[in-house]
């Protein structure tokens, strides 16, 4: 079946720190790759996403990059700031039947403390 | 644009009542979709819609109804709800389209069942 699998944490970094968010996936075909995040007390919203093999999307300094040879789409980010404290989920569309459900990793929650 | 919005924001029931969750979008979006998020859990699909009066069964649709009368409006009904509901419900909407059917979310709703 279709699964997402990504870092749980939850993972505290100090500002202006490196971040790096592993996502690896399991579908077949060519799924479309996202990247959600949830700021506290709010609904998630559409950090970036990718729908090819080797396709970027980066957005407010994020980047992933849709690996198809590894099977992974690792969120990163230069250098954090406090305002990215959030939960950030991977999710996938599996490109078969003309599905759209989105399928989520389970959500890695991030604390950047200044 | 309100987007897509959610009422009401916070609920507390008894167990054994009803009630209903109402989501409402104002982006003429086809799909709508209900999920539930559980600590440890992502977000798991309760049951989505691909049109007016159309709906569907998700990952975790026992327990729930929904219905999709109005293509802007698509409702949720727990009929006897249990503790095992408790958990925080989104909606979300998107188009039908080629692409990477970004899904809209709304803010949520928090249900505790006593």
């Known amino acids: 079946g279709n699964s997402v699998t990504q870092m749980e944490g939850p993972v505290t970094l100090s500002e202006e720190a490196f971040l790096t968010i592993n996502c690896t996936y399991t579908a077949t075909g060519y799924p479309s790759l996202f990247w959600y995040v949830q700021y506290p007390g709010e609904g998630l919203q559409l950090l970036l996403k990718a729908t090819k093999a080797d396709d970027k999307g980066s957005n407010k300094g994020f980047e992933a990059t849709y690996r198809k040879e590894t099977t992974s789409f690792h969120l990163e980010k230069g250098s954090v700031q406090v305002s990215d404290s959030a939960v950030y989920f991977c999710?996938?569309?599996?490109?078969?039947?003309?599905?759209?459900?989105?399928?989520f990793g389970k959500g890695m929650k991030l604390t950047v403390n200044p | 644009n309100a987007g897509v919005t959610q009422t009401p924001k916070f609920r507390v029931l008894k167990t054994g009542q009803s009630m209903t969750l109402l989501c409402a979008q104002d982006?003429?979006?086809?799909?709508m979709y209900w999920y539930r998020q559980d600590p440890g859990m992502g977000l798991r699909l309760i049951h989505y819609?691909?049109?007016?009066?159309?709906?569907a069964k998700g990952e975790v649709p026992d327990g729930y109804n929904v219905s999709r009368l109005k293509k802007q409006n698509f409702l949720l009904g727990l009929e006897s709800a249990a503790p095992s509901q408790t958990s925080v419900y989104f909606c979300?909407?998107?188009?039908?389209?080629?692409?990477?059917?970004?899904?809209?979310f709304g803010p949520g709703t928090r249900l505790t069942v006593t």
């Open positions: 819609s691909v049109g007016e009066g159309t709906t």
């Open positions: 999710a996938l569309i599996p490109r078969q039947g003309g599905s759209e459900k989105l399928v």
């Open positions: 979300a909407s998107s188009f039908v389209s080629g692409g990477a059917y970004e899904q809209y």
């Open positions: 982006m003429n979006h086809e799909y």
